[in-house]
């Protein structure tokens, strides 16, 4: 079983940046899918962004151009750089480790808040 650690929310202001960090418990190196997905309140959880064990990335358009997904397998750490936030980017963010339909796993979420 994987661990996964969120960390780096906060509050910041329109246009600001943030960086999120996915700590893993064990190696990500294997896990085939890592996610960010966010919830705002009253809203269902979404997708943001994905990166593949090859380090192919993909996002959902209203963030692409201003959030970057990385991974680094040395440090079983995912990340989600977030430039340029809006306040409908107000959100928890969650990330996830998918190995195949019947097993991945969830982090416990890290509250974003964008707000002037």
């Known amino acids: 079983q994987v661990q996964l650690v969120e960390s780096g929310g906060g509050l910041v202001q329109p246009g600001g940046s943030l960086r999120l960090s996915c700590a893993a418990s064990?190696?990500?190196?294997?896990?085939?899918?890592m996610g960010w997905y966010r919830q705002a309140p009253g809203k269902q959880r979404e997708w943001v962004a994905s990166?593949?064990?090859?380090?192919?990335?993909t996002y959902e358009k209203t963030v692409k151009g201003r959030f970057t997904i990385s991974r680094d397998n040395a440090k079983d750490t995912m990340y989600l750089q977030m430039n340029s936030l809006k306040p409908e980017d107000t959100a928890v963010y969650y990330c996830?480790?998918?190995?195949?339909?019947?097993?991945?796993?969830w982090g416990q979420g890290t509250q974003v808040t964008v707000s002037s």
């Open positions: 996830n480790a998918y190995y195949s339909s019947s097993r991945q796993y």
């Open positions: 064990g190696s990500i190196f294997s896990i085939n899918i």
């Open positions: 990166i593949t064990s090859r380090g192919s990335t």
